[in-house]
């Protein structure tokens, strides 16, 4: 079995016996028509923005914010990052309507990939954060490796069992209301 379903992950290895302490982060984008196309998808530290080449459009992507509130999109969060990418990659003609979606955030901010336990035949791709289109091509051929060489998933920065008897690093997730 595969779970690859993003901030819906938890929900679903938990229902397997394998709760993970993956969350939604709500982060936002809009499309594009830059006056320069960038080569290759680029990534901020300092604005957290990622601003990635998509055919004729330029996406640009950031911010992230864990709220009770998935569908609303505050001016003030796509107003910071369009100065950002405008200071970053100059002017643009045209721009589409903002939009927000829910990305999978682990609690130490690194991916969940492999098996979720020494002995079980589930294994789970997830936690990429606002990175999704960027690394899951290798995220999956390392999963493609780990099920193939038939590593038990114990080991490794993004093992998916990094969080296994940690019940304090799982409650984090818990809405608040």
Known sequence: IIIA???????????????????????????????????????????????????????????????????RIPSSRINAMRRSAQHLMGPWTAESPAW????????????MIGRLAPDSNAFVATGYQMLGMTISPAAGTTLAEAIASGDDGTSGPFSAQRFRGQRRELDWAAPRH
């Open 100 to 111: 927000a979606g829910i990305r999978p955030v682990a609690p130490d901010g690194l991916p």
């Open 5 to 71: 379903a993003g901030a819906q992950t938890s929900g679903l290895t938990r229902q397997l016996g394998f709760p993970l302490p993956v969350v939604g982060g709500k982060g936002y984008s809009f499309d594009v028509s830059p006056g320069r196309m960038p080569r290759q998808a680029i990534q901020t530290l300092d604005t957290h923005l990622a601003i990635s080449p998509m055919g004729e459009m330029m996406r640009v992507a950031g911010a992230m914010d864990f709220t009770s509130s998935p569908t």
